[in-house]
C-alpha cells in the first residue's frame, strides 16, 4: 500500500537554526499538506499547496516557514529561524483531489528546538 | 468557542463494552467530517468518513445530525487494540482539516 514518508524521524537543533523538513507523498496525489502537533495539543493546519503554489495557508505559518516542491517527489517545510515554540511533530499528508479526499498522513518528524 | 470540540475523556472500559464519542462543530459551513484514530506519538489514520445517513464499517457506527452541528461515534464489542485517542474532524471549505483535542479510550481486561 502507497504510504507517505518523512524525513528525518526527530530533529534536534539550536534556537535560531534553520531547519528543512522532508516529506515524500503518495506518488499520485495532487494535493499536499503540512500540520503540526505540539506535545499533549490537537492537530493544527499549517499551509496546503497545490499545482506549485501555496493554496491555503493558517495564521501560525508565517514568514519563518515556507514550503516548497523541489522535484517531483519530494515536499519540503523550511523554519528559517526556528524558535523554541516550535519544538512539536510535524506532519506531512497528501491527497488525491478533492477537499473530500483522504488526507494519508506521514509517520511526522518530531522537531525539538533547544 | 472550539470550531471543534470532544470530551477529552478518558474513557475506560471493559473489553467487549459499547462506547459512544460525540463531537460538535461550530463552523455551519463545514462540508465534510471524519473519525481519525491517532495511537500514541503516531499520526492521524482515518477510521471512517461521516455521512448524514449514518455509516458503519464493522463494529464502528457514525452518524452526523447537522441540524445539531453534531457528530457521533459508536464502537461495539470493544477490543483491546481499540485503544487510542480518537479525533473528530471537519472541514470547512478548502482542503484543511480541523482537528478536535480528541478523546482517549482505553480499553481494558
Known amino acids: 500500500e502507497p504510504e507517505v514518508t518523512q524525513t528525518p524521524s526527530h530533529q534536534v537543533t539550536q534556537m535560531g537554526q534553520e531547519v528543512i523538513l522532508r516529506c515524500v507523498p503518495i506518488s499520485n496525489h495532487l494535493y499536499f499538506y503540512w500540520y503540526r502537533q505540539i506535545l499533549g495539543q490537537k492537530v493544527e493546519f499549517l499551509v496546503s499547496?497545490?499545482?506549485?503554489?501555496?493554496?491555503?495557508k493558517s495564521e501560525i505559518f508565517d514568514d519563518q516557514f515556507s514550503v516548497e516542491r523541489p522535484d517531483g517527489s519530494n515536499f519540503t517545510l523550511k523554519i528559517r529561524s526556528t524558535k523554541l515554540e516550535d519544538s512539536a511533530m510535524y506532519f506531512c499528508a497528501s491527497s488525491e483531489s478533492r477537499v473530500t479526499d483522504t488526507q494519508y498522513f506521514g509517520p511526522g518528524t518530531r522537531l525539538t528546538v533547544l | 468557542r472550539k470550531e471543534v470540540e470532544q470530551d477529552p475523556g478518558p474513557f475506560n472500559v471493559p473489553e467487549g463494552a459499547t462506547v459512544a464519542f460525540n463531537c460538535t462543530y461550530s463552523n455551519s459551513a463545514s462540508q465534510s467530517f471524519f473519525w481519525y484514530r491517532q495511537d500514541c506519538r503516531k499520526e492521524p489514520k482515518l477510521l471512517m468518513s461521516v455521512y448524514s445517513s449514518g455509516n458503519e464499517d464493522g463494529r464502528f457506527t457514525a452518524q452526523l445530525n447537522r441540524a445539531s452541528q453534531y457528530i457521533s461515534l459508536l464502537i461495539r464489542d470493544s477490543k483491546l487494540s481499540d485503544s487510542a485517542t480518537y479525533l473528530c474532524v471537519s472541514t470547512g471549505g478548502g482542503n484543511k482539516l480541523t482537528f478536535g483535542t480528541g478523546t482517549q479510550l482505553k480499553v481494558e481486561l
Open positions: 499547496f497545490y499545482n506549485n503554489e501555496i493554496s491555503e
